[in-house]
């Protein structure tokens, strides 16, 4: 089956994907109200913890909106849809199943990539378009956020693509049916962990929407327009769980269950580690975190690229 084809079945993948969008943002909630207990002292209550999201969202709907004085009618709203719709674009290269993706792509990385890097004018028109001054300083600040570490997400992925000779997901996971290319450069998750939290406004590198600037770009959104952008971060968050699930853990693969419930469960896994990276890491000031990025982070890259260059010559 040619790989830039598009799936006689893609009209079910296309549901199911929507479907892992709604779920995995619930779910992400869920996550990060059971882990703030445990973190903070308290005691888990599960109960409260999967009625919570519900609760907040319906409040939100029912929130009146801020209105900030001559914004950009078109563009704040939009933003938002933008963000969710990059995220629900980098998860359509991304099979659940062998044979089974919305469209595995020969170039799917590539595809992923350059949603990836179109997040950050997302979130720079979300503050550009209220007309606020802290909320464009969040957006400002989102740009050159990105520019600091979205070459680690360009060298982390050529470097999972190398062991399959493809920049295809699907022959990236095949590729794995060995030994899963955390193994074999064990370097490119933590790397590409670092790239889903700031891509997705999470936890330390959620530096556009900091408290410092009041709130960011959401400063001056509420209501409704505010739970599309809380779902839309979370939206971004399970794009990058599950890719992480796909490139580093073997994606599908693994013996006796259908490959979409292993799927399922490394992208859980590696929400949860997502969430708890947001609780147990602490805040970094953003000059030190760009500083960083260029000084440490980057040469890492180099290093697990070229780990992954030496493991693909025959």
């Given at each position: 089956?040619?790989?830039?084809?598009?799936?006689a079945n893609d009209w079910l993948a296309i549901p199911v994907l929507l479907a892992v969008v709604v779920g995995g943002v619930y779910l992400v909630s869920v996550l990060d109200e059971l882990f703030g207990e445990v973190v903070s002292g308290s005691r888990p209550n599960l109960g409260r913890s999967l009625r919570l999201p519900v609760r907040q969202a319906a409040l939100l709907l029912c929130q009146s909106a801020t209105r900030t004085e001559h914004p950009d009618r078109i563009l704040w709203p939009v933003a938002p849809a933008a963000y969710a719709a990059l995220a629900a674009a980098g998860m359509a290269v991304i099979p659940f199943a062998e044979g089974f993706a919305v469209a595995d792509v020969?170039?799917?990385i590539v595809v992923?990539?350059?949603?990836?890097?179109l997040t950050f004018v997302a979130v720079y028109l979300h503050g550009w378009s209220?007309?606020?001054?802290?909320?464009?300083?969040g957006g400002y600040r989102s740009l050159v956020q990105g520019f600091s570490f979205m070459l680690l997400s360009m060298f982390v992925l050529i470097g999972v693509a190398l062991p399959a000779r493809s920049l295809s997901v699907g022959q990236i996971?095949?590729?794995q049916s060995g030994l899963w290319n955390v193994v074999r450069h064990p370097l490119g998750l933590p790397l590409f962990l670092v790239v889903g939290l700031g891509a997705?406004?999470?936890g330390p590198l959620r530096l556009?929407?900091?408290r410092e600037l009041a709130g960011g770009t959401v400063g001056e959104v509420s209501g409704p327009q505010r739970l599309a952008w809380e779902f839309a971060r979370r939206a971004m968050l399970v794009s990058y769980a599950v890719m992480a699930a796909s490139a580093f853990l073997g994606g599908y693969l693994g013996p006796w269950l259908p490959g979409p419930v292993w799927l399922l469960g490394k992208s859980v896994a590696m929400l949860a580690v997502f969430v708890a990276l947001g609780h147990l890491v602490g805040r970094?000031?953003?000059e030190r975190f760009m500083a960083q990025a260029w000084t440490v982070l980057l040469p890492l890259s180099f290093l697990d690229i070229l780990i992954a260059g030496v493991e693909a010559l025959p």
């Open positions: 089956m040619p790989l830039a084809s598009v799936y020969r170039t799917g992923f990539g350059a949603a990836e890097v209220a007309n606020a001054p802290l909320a464009l300083i996971v095949e590729a997705a406004l999470w556009p929407d900091s970094v000031r953003p």
